[in-house]
C-alpha cells in the first residue's frame, strides 16, 4: 500500500481513504509494472473502521484505533466499505479490462461472518 501511495506521490491516508487516489496509484502501478492483476482493498481494517472502532488515519502511517464505536454493522452505509464499490466503478470508467485483470477483495473481522 505504502509502495503504491508513494509512486504517485500521495500520502497513505488518501491512498486509504480516497477511491479516486486509490484507482490512480494501482492503475500506475498496473502499466508501469506491466501486471495482469489489481485490487479493491487497502487494508484490513475497512469494516472495523465503520461498525466498531473509532479511527485516524495518519498521513504516512498505518490508522489508529482511538475508540470502540460498537454500531450495528449496515454494509450499505459504511463509508469505508460502501467506498469499495466506488473503486470498482471508477476502474470500469478507467477502462480496467476484467478479462486482462483479476480483481482481488476480501471482508474481515466480525463482518466476514454476516449472512
Excluded at 501511495?5 to 487516489?21: E, M, N, R, T, Y
Excluded at 487494508?43 to 490508522?63: H, S, V
Aim: charged share 20%.
Amino acid at each position: 500500500m505504502a509502495f503504491t501511495a508513494h509512486h504517485i506521490g500521495k500520502p497513505l491516508s488518501q491512498f486509504k481513504l480516497d477511491h479516486h487516489v486509490f484507482v490512480d496509484a494501482h492503475l500506475f502501478i498496473v502499466q508501469h509494472f506491466n501486471l495482469d492483476i489489481t485490487r479493491a482493498i487497502s487494508d484490513l481494517l475497512r469494516e472495523a473502521a465503520d461498525f466498531y472502532l473509532g479511527m485516524e488515519f495518519p498521513a504516512n502511517n498505518l490508522p489508529v484505533i482511538r475508540k470502540p464505536l460498537l454500531v450495528a454493522p449496515n454494509p450499505a452505509t459504511g463509508p469505508r466499505v460502501k467506498d469499495r464499490e466506488s473503486v470498482i466503478q471508477l476502474f470500469d470508467e478507467k477502462g480496467v479490462e476484467v478479462a486482462k485483470h483479476d480483481m482481488g477483495g476480501f471482508c474481515c473481522g466480525p463482518p466476514a461472518y454476516l449472512r
